[in-house]
């Protein structure tokens, strides 16, 4: 790396689970280190494309929003997906920072700093998850908010939670493009366990 160089790290994180239909919560954080209005509109594209029109897992129909997965894992739109699945109850804080340390890890590459995106955090929650990621070591600016109304990459995000929890709930289309993602190494699950 070049003197003075400093890796910008973003990841965008959502989750999927705190609903009482759920057993499982299920973390998702999308890395990257590329250049991001690259990644939105490449991202854009693809929306167009499967016709999920910007919106979440489910309000989407399920042919749409797996022809929008396998065009995501097709172009390696997003670089590294990490994920987490975790048997309720759990607070969603715990699972969170768990997914979000072990992706910034896996990736960085020192000096660097990361900048975290979270679907919807409030500003509390926010200050908690920057002092606890800090604490673990984490080089971060202060964790921000983002919706998925205007951030093609939360969108990203929250389809891949809502097919992994869908895979693990026994779909059998969510749980083969899963299985090919993890495969492929797009995917990453941070335990390292197979789907269950």
């Not at 929650?125 to 002092?131: F, I, M, V």
């Not at 971060?140 to 389809?159: N, W």
Request: proline fraction near 4%.
């Amino acid at each position: 790396m070049p003197a003075g160089f400093r890796q910008k790290l973003y990841c965008y994180v959502d989750e999927t689970g705190q609903d009482d239909r759920s057993g499982v919560f299920v973390v998702v954080a999308v890395m990257n280190a590329g250049d991001q209005d690259k990644v939105r509109h490449a991202l854009t594209e693809i929306e167009t494309e499967a016709k999920t029109h910007q919106l979440k897992w489910h309000k989407t129909s399920p042919s749409r929003r797996l022809k929008y997965l396998k065009l995501a894992l097709k172009k390696g739109i997003g670089s590294t997906v990490f994920f987490g699945s975790f048997r309720k109850p759990i607070p969603f804080f715990f699972p969170m920072l768990e997914v979000i340390e072990a992706g910034v890890k896996a990736l960085a590459q020192v000096p660097y700093t990361a900048r975290i995106f979270v679907d919807g955090i409030d500003h509390k929650k926010s200050a908690e998850l920057t002092n606890a990621l800090r604490v673990r070591g984490i080089s971060l600016e202060r964790v921000r908010a983002r919706r998925d109304e205007s951030e093609p990459v939360i969108r990203l995000a929250d389809m891949w939670a809502g097919c992994i929890r869908a895979a693990l709930a026994g779909k059998i289309g969510e749980r083969t493009i899963v299985l090919r993602a993890m495969k492929e190494g797009y995917l990453r699950r941070i335990d390292e366990k197979p789907l269950d």
